[in-house]
């Protein structure tokens, strides 16, 4: 196993640390003087062996146990109630982020990081709306997982420089769009249409949408497509700014 998986490179190009912001150091997960308690979850069992070896290598930090799908780290997370899940975006049976909502009601006091190569904007939003308290890219070299373990761990979120720069870009874009559509009365959305919309500001994806309407999988994909021309947006991302913008849908 190599002694790392690479540098965390930003949009120049140089090696750097992982974006952190603060929050409450009251929420910090582990008692003074216990370890970290980290469950692993991937599918490649050589990349979760190698998380393994160099994370027992930190005195403060101890792999509890191990995961190969999200199905499988939901029941273990159950079993284990560890502090830390460092856990892949895409995995058979059940992704990392449909396992995020599942994790965090079997174990509430358990953060999640997602460690993946994904770099979609995307799967970025859509695990932080999940619980994911991280996302952090598997270029990211090997003692940094170790220091990114410990910031969440302390309270703070931990993302990609790289993928900070285009959530910030993507919202400054969109704030741009929603300005320049403010003199434009807003469509009416259908009954519908606003149930589907309140459904996708909280997170689900279509098939469990469809789920909670008691509706196809396709007729949610249509009445999304439909919300996102009525409303002149280009993503789901736009349509939850959009949903609390109207107060359509309040996040806390």
Known sequence: MADSFGPVRGDDGAGCRAAAVTADPAEAGELAGEPIRVLVVDDHALFRRGLEIVLAQEEDIQVVGEAGDGAEAVDKAADLLPDIVLMDVR???????EACTSIKEVAPSAKIIM????DEEAD????IKAGATGYLL?????DEVATAIRAVADGQSQISPSMASKLLTEFKSMIQRTDERRLVPAPRLTDR???????VATGMNNRDIAKQLFISENTVKNHVRNILEKLQLHSRMEAVVYAMREKILEIR
């Open 91 to 97: 995995m058979p049976r059940r992704g990392g982020i």
């Open 138 to 142: 598997k270029e990211i070299s090997t």
């Open 124 to 127: 970025l939003y859509d695990a």
């Open 115 to 118: 460690l993946t190569i994904s």
């Open 193 to 199: 249409e606003l149930e589907v919309l309140k459904l």
